[in-house]
């Protein structure tokens, strides 16, 4: 009777691994099948390639339900398995929840080296692309002194280079060139007086370390109007459009600007603006 036992035991323990083989064989035959244009995992669209989530989600599925019936098949024998392996599972399943609680304290390190590099409340930081992709961020000065003239104050709280990755298509009708990179000067003004002061701010000359002589690009920028009538305050960014450089050799920028006057004399009545950006 115990032989008869025996090798009633290995003959089941055959139907199990012939089962587990043709289980196998089965999923190894549905993953690895041709599949036809019905099928296919990607759809395309107006030349672009997108995923078919529909077939990756029946691919999932069914890989899903043979996994499913392995386990479920390999979960009928192993009633007979020994302790040993049981423990060797548990000590496997210790560590690797050892290894993750590590690596999420390395990830958690991570997050707050990353923080602390970032120190400014700006929506995109050096090395960042704009909303649409166009421009890349390659340099910004954001802590220049305020300016002083006359009865005006000039603050800077960003002046920013960019480059630019994608000249937008909508926009390039209305220049004759493509600009290589784009500067951006960030203006807060504020007359103290109150008489009524004009200070054009928004028509600044700039000059670079590469050598060009840029003008305020009006398409681009906001308008400041620079008549300051009493104790105003007034605000708007002033973009510059470069030609014939290349942003990423940027060290300084110089500002220019004309110095206020009166309304009624046109006279001064403070000091023109002349200060370097460096970068």
Known sequence: MECVSI????????CFVS???IVR???ITILMKDYDKSRNPFIMCNGIKY??????MKKLLCSAGLIS????????????????????????SVEETNNGEEAADESTEETEDIEETVDNDWDHQVGDTNDDGSLLLLARNDSFD????????LTLPQVTVSEVVEWP???AEFYEFEPTGIIQIDMELSNASEETILFYADQATITTSTGEQLEADFLASDHIDGDFIGAVNKSGSVRYMLKNSDPNEIEWVRVLIDAPHDEESFDNVGEKVDVQIDF
């Open 7 to 14: 090798l009633l035991k290995k003959a089941s323990l055959i």
């Open 19 to 21: 089962n587990v083989v």
């Open 25 to 27: 064989k089965l999923v």
């Open 51 to 56: 995923i078919n989530k529909g077939y990756i």
């Open 69 to 92: 019936l392995l386990a479920l098949t390999a979960c009928g024998e192993n009633q007979e398995a020994s302790s040993e392996d049981a423990e060797s599972t548990s000590a496997e």
């Open 146 to 153: 305020e300016i002083e003239t006359g009865s005006m104050t």
């Open 169 to 171: 298509s909508e926009i």
